[in-house]
C-alpha cells in the first residue's frame, strides 16, 4: 500500500478504530489457546466488540490459530485491517536453543544468527509476524530471576548478540513471509532492579545508564529493530512507559527512532499501581505523552483514548502519528495484501524439529556450556562399562528454561536418552537422589544415590535448579544450590570421587562448596531440546567445551553488585585476594573476585597466548591501531577459544573500570596450530561517558590484555595523541 492509501484509511477511521489499533489482547480471548501469561489475566471489554476494531494479539502457538484469528478479526472489521500477531520467541519456537544467558557464553555471534534464523524461520511458519526479542538488560545481579534472558552482564555482547539477532531475523525485507519483525525491550535498565526483586525499583546516574545500559538498546535499533518495549520499572522516579526523558529526549530526538513503541504487559495500567496517575484514564494521558502507541493486554487505550482526544486531552495528531506508525508497520510486513505473512502447517510440520535445526540446536548447546573446573576426570573414558547417573536432574526433561514454548519439555531429549545413543553398550544407572526444589531438604534418596555411586565407575551428577525458579518474577535472596543437592554432592563424591557434575541452571549459582569438593564441573545452563545429546558428546569429549562466563559466577550472595567491570576504589584491596586487610576496599569473610569470573571457560586441550603485538606504539583520533594476539593449541584435542581484547584506560577525568572487555573472536585450532588473532582498535572503543553525560575520548596511555577478566596476560601499552 502507498503512503498516500494508508492515509487514506486513516482518515476513515473513527476514534474507537484508532485506539483500537493500539490495543494488544490475549489471543485467549478470541480462541482457545495453551499459551503462557505473564501477568493478570481478564479483559474488562466483550471480545466480540473488541475483535471488531483490535490491532494486536499477544500469544499464541501455531498457524492453524495464527489463521483463525486473522479470519475471526478481518471478517469483523469493516475497515479489513489486518491483525499483528505477536509472540515472545526468545529461544526458539518448537526447537529450542540455550537460553540467552547460555547463549552469550558462546562468545560467538555467529552462531546466535544462526539459532535467531532457526527460530524465525519456525516462528514464521506458524504464522508470527513480531518477536518480543531480543531482550538485551544488561544483568549483573543473580538474584534476579530474569538474568537468564539476557546475553551477558556486559553491554557488548548483548550489542552484538542482540544486533545478529535483529539482523537475521527481520532480513531485508519484513514482507518476506520467511522473515518477521523484532521488538527489543526492556527499554530502560530493567536488570538494575534494587536488591534483585523483579519490577523493583530503578535508580541509577545518567552517566551509568549511558555507559553500562543504554548502548544495547541502541545496537539492536541501529541493527533495524521496528519496534521496542519500554520496561515495567520506575527509573529515577519515572516507570519507563511514561518517562519522556527516556522515549522522546533519548530514543525519538537522539536516537531518531521512528518504530513502534509497544508498553509492557499492563504496564499503562500499572501507573496508577506506580502512584504517578490517579487512575486509568490519567495513566493512558501520561503514557501517550510519553510516545507509548501499542498497550498491551489491559485495553486501557481502547476505553479512554477517544474520550481523551474529544476533550481536547490527547491531541489527535498524536493519536493518528501512533496509529501510522502501526500500520505502516502492518504494510511493511505486507499484512494488507498477505494477512497470513508465512503461516503455513504444511511448512511448519516441515521445519520443526527437523533434523537440521536440532543440528544447530545441538551444536548451541554444546558450545555454550562452559567447563568450570576440570581435574582430569573429564572428559570420561570411552571404554568405562558402568555409568552412574544420579541427581535431581539426571532424568529430568525441563531442561529448555523460561520462554521456552508451553510443552516444549515434550520434545527434549533427557540425558539417559542422549547418552544411550552415544554409548549404547554402556551400563547405565539412573537414580534421583534428592530433589531440587526450594526450602525441600528431604535427603531420603542419599543411601541409593551412594550405593549407585560406589557400584559404578564413574558418576555423573546432575545438579542445579528447577526451570520454574528462574524467569519473569522469580527472584531469590540466597542464589546457592537449592535443596538437599549439596549434601547428595558430599555423599555420591565420597562413594566415588570419579564424579562429573552437570549443573542445569538459569541464573549464576554459588558453588562455593560444591567447588572445593567437586573433581570436575561443567555448566550446562538450559540447553534446550538436544541437552541429552549435547551432554553426552561433551562428557566423552566428542564436543569439546569452549564456552566463557558471560557474567561472573558468586562466591556469595552477598557480593552483589560484582560487576568484572569493577573500578579501582581509593583503597583496592591487595592481591592476592585472599586474608584480611582492614581499611580495604574488602569483606571480613570472603574474597572481593568472584568464585569463577567474567570470561572463565576450560577446554579438554590447553591454549597457550604466545605474544600480543601492537602495530603502533601512538595513534591519533583518526587512526587506527591493529592488535595481534598469537594463541597455540598446546593439546591434544581440536578446540575453539573466544580470545578476548581488554582494554584499561589508566587515568581519566572520571574512574574507569580495571578491565573492560572491548572485542572477542572465537577461533578453531588444531592441535599444534598456531593462530594470529587480529583485532582493530580505533578511538571510538576508547571513548566513554565524561561527568556531563558526554560520549568523550581523552588523549593518554592505554593498557591492552588479552586472557580473561581478573587474569589477564600478555599487557601492552599505547598513547592516544592529543
Ligand atoms: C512481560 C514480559 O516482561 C515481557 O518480556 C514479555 O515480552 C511480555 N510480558 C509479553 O509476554
Redesign the pocket.
Known amino acids: 500500500m502507498t503512503h498516500e492509501a494508508l492515509k487514506a484509511l486513516l482518515d476513515g477511521m473513527t476514534l474507537e478504530e484508532k485506539a483500537g489499533q493500539l490495543t494488544q489482547c490475549n489471543a485467549g480471548q478470541f480462541i482457545s489457546v495453551d499459551a503462557e501469561i ?2 493478570p489475566e481478564g479483559q474488562p471489554l466483550p471480545a466480540e466488540e473488541l475483535n471488531r476494531v483490535l490491532g494486536s494479539v ?2 499464541f502457538e501455531n498457524a492453524g490459530q495464527a489463521r483463525q484469528l486473522q479470519d475471526l478479526h478481518l471478517a469483523a472489521d469493516r475497515n479489513r485491517i489486518p491483525l499483528l500477531l505477536m509472540v ?1 520467541v526468545i529461544h526458539g519456537m518448537k526447537t529450542t536453543y540455550p537460553i540467552p544467558l547460555a547463549m552469550g557464553c558462546s562468545f560467538d555471534d555467529g552462531l546466535m544468527a544462526e539459532c535467531a534464523a532457526m527460530a524465525c524461520r519456525e516462528a514464521a511458519a506458524a504464522g508470527v509476524h513480531v518477536t ?1 526479542n531480543p ?1 538485551v538488560d544488561t544483568a549483573r545481579d543473580a538474584r534476579w530471576g530474569r538474568i537468564l534472558e539476557t546475553c551477558s552482564e556486559e553491554p557488548l555482547i548483548n550489542s552484538r548478540m542482540g544486533a545478529a539477532l535483529v539482523r537475521t531475523t527481520q532480513g531485508d525485507d519484513l514482507a518476506d513471509p520467511e522473515h518477521i519483525a523484532c521488538c527489543v ?2 527499554y530502560a535498565a530493567y536488570g538494575a532492579a534494587e536488591a534483585g526483586r523483579d519490577y523493583n525499583t530503578v535508580e541509577i546516574s545518567e552517566r551509568a545508564l549511558r555507559e553500562s545500559y543504554l548502548p544495547a538498546y541502541r545496537a539492536c535499533l541501529d541493527a533495524g529493530a521496528r519496534l521496542i ?1 519500554p520496561s ?1 520499572n520506575s527509573l529515577n522516579g519515572i516507570p519507563s512507559v511514561a518517562n519522556k526523558w527516556l522515549m522522546n529526549t533519548v530514543l525519538h530526538d537522539e536516537w531518531g527512532f521512528r518504530g513502534v513503541v509497544i508498553s ?2 499492563d504496564a499503562v495500567g500499572e501507573l496508577v499501581t506506580h502512584g504517578v496517575a490517579a487512575d486509568m484514564k490519567e495513566a493512558v494521558c501520561l503514557a501517550m505523552a510519553a510516545g507509548c502507541d501499542i498497550d ?1 493486554v489491559k485495553c486501557a487505550y481502547y476505553q479512554y483514548l477517544p474520550e481523551l482526544v474529544r476533550e481536547g486531552r490527547v491531541p489527535e495528531k498524536a493519536l493518528d502519528d501512533a496509529v501510522m506508525r502501526v500500520l505502516e508497520l502492518k504494510n511493511e510486513l505486507g499484512l494488507f495484501e498477505n494477512p497470513y505473512h508465512g503461516a503455513d502447517e504444511e511448512t511448519e510440520k516441515r521445519l520443526n524439529l527437523c533434523p537440521a535445526h536440532r543440528e544447530i540446536a545441538r551444536r548451541a548447546a554444546e558450545e555454550s556450556a562452559v567447563l568450570l573446573k576440570n581435574d582430569g576426570v573429564l572428559p570420561l573414558k570411552k571404554d568405562i562399562r558402568k555409568l552412574a547417573l544420579i541427581g535431581p536432574f539426571a532424568e529430568e526433561k525441563r531442561l529448555n528454561g523460561f520462554w521456552s514454548r508451553p510443552g516444549a519439555e515434550k520434545y527434549t531429549v533427557t540425558l539417559p536418552e542422549g547418552i544411550r545413543d552415544l554409548m549404547p553398550e554402556l551400563e547405565l544407572t539412573v537414580v534421583r537422589g534428592c530433589g531440587a526444589e526450594l526450602g525441600d531438604t528431604d535427603a531420603g534418596g542419599l543411601a541409593e544415590a551412594e550405593e549407585a555411586a560406589r557400584n559404578a565407575e564413574a558418576v555423573v551428577l546432575c545438579l542445579g535448579e528447577p526451570e520454574h525458579d528462574s524467569g ?1 518474577g522469580r527472584s531469590r535472596t540466597d542464589v546457592t544450590l537449592p535443596g538437599a543437592q549439596l549434601a547428595l554432592a558430599e555423599a555420591v563424591m565420597k562413594a566415588n570421587p570419579n564424579t562429573a557434575v552437570l549443573l542445569f541452571n538459569g541464573r549464576p549459582l554459588v558453588l562455593t562448596e560444591l567447588e572445593k569438593i567437586a573433581p570436575a564441573i561443567l555448566e550446562m545452563w538450559y540447553p534446550g531440546t538436544e541437552a541429552g545429546h549435547a551432554a553426552a558428546r561433551l562428557l566423552w569429549g566428542n564436543a569439546n567445551p569452549c564456552g566463557k562466563l558471560s557474567v561472573g559466577l558468586p562466591r556469595s550472595t552477598g557480593q552483589y553488585p560484582m560487576p568484572y567491570n569493577r573500578t579501582n576504589t581509593g583503597r583496592p584491596k591487595p592481591q592476592p585476594d585472599s586474608g584480611v586487610f582492614p581499611f580495604s576496599s574488602s569483606y571480613l569473610d570472603t574474597p572481593n573476585l568472584p568464585l569463577y569470573s567474567f570470561g572463565h571457560g576450560l577446554s579438554y586441550t590447553t591454549f597457550e597466548y604466545v605474544k600480543l603485538t601492537l602495530d603502533k606504539k601512538a595513534i591519533r583520533k583518526e587512526d587506527s591501531l591493529t592488535v595481534t594476539v598469537t594463541v597455540r593449541n598446546t593439546g591434544s584435542m581440536p578446540g575453539k577459544e573466544a580470545v578476548q581484547l581488554y582494554l584499561r584506560d589508566p587515568v581519566a577525568s572520571v574512574v574507569r573500570p580495571v578491565q573492560q572487555l572491548i572485542d572477542y573472536q572465537k577461533i578453531r585450532l588444531e592441535p599444534g596450530e598456531k593462530q594470529d588473532v587480529v583485532f582493530t582498535v580505533t578511538e571510538k572503543q576508547l571513548r566513554f561517558i565524561s561527568f556531563d553525560c558526554e560520549e568523550v575520548s581523552e588523549p593518554g596511555v592505554f593498557e591492552l590484555s588479552t586472557g580473561h577478566a581478573d587474569h589477564l596476560k600478555l599487557t601492552d601499552r599505547f598513547t592516544l595523541e592529543a
Open positions: 505473564t501477568g499477544l500469544t515472545d518480543f531482550m525491550k526492556h518495549m515495567f509492557d504487559y498491551m519473569e
